[in-house]
């Protein structure tokens, strides 16, 4: 079995990811709890932030790959080339935000040092 056979199975590790991912941060705070709530949440909770961050970062990778077999796929399926084109720009723009809201989890966990009363006079 080639590794042609194989690459879709990428999208279904990235569907994986991406959940775990999500289910790692657990219950966040809503937009009406205080700032010192929402520190303190971010504080109990580094670890879990990280691992959401890591995994959300891994599910933009396989979902790359998947999308460069899909798009490679309809290539040799005669497609049109805007069509492929167009996949693989959404793919492209789909794993950026991925990748950046992956950072964002990395980073709210890593502020997560220190007191809750010092970080809330920052």
């Known amino acids: 079995m ?5 690459t879709p199975l ?3 590790a990235a569907v994986v990811l991406v959940v775990a991912g999500f289910a790692a941060t657990g219950s966040a705070p809503g937009d009406t709890t205080s700032v010192a709530r929402v520190t303190e949440y971010y504080a109990d909770n580094t670890g879990a932030q990280s691992t959401s961050g890591i995994l959300l970062g891994f599910a933009a990778l396989f979902f790359l790959v998947f999308a460069a077999s899909l798009v490679a796929r ?5 497609a049109p080339t805007e069509s492929t084109s167009l996949c693989l720009l959404g793919a492209g723009l789909f794993a ?3 990748a950046t809201y992956a950072g ?3 980073a709210m966990g890593d502020v997560g040092g220190g007191s ?6 920052r």
């Open 2 to 6: 080639g590794i042609r056979r194989l």
């Open 10 to 12: 990428s999208g279904v």
């Open 74 to 78: 309809l290539r040799d399926a005669d």
């Open 96 to 98: 950026v935000g991925l």
């Open 104 to 106: 964002v989890a990395i």
């Open 116 to 121: 809750t009363e010092a970080r809330c006079r």
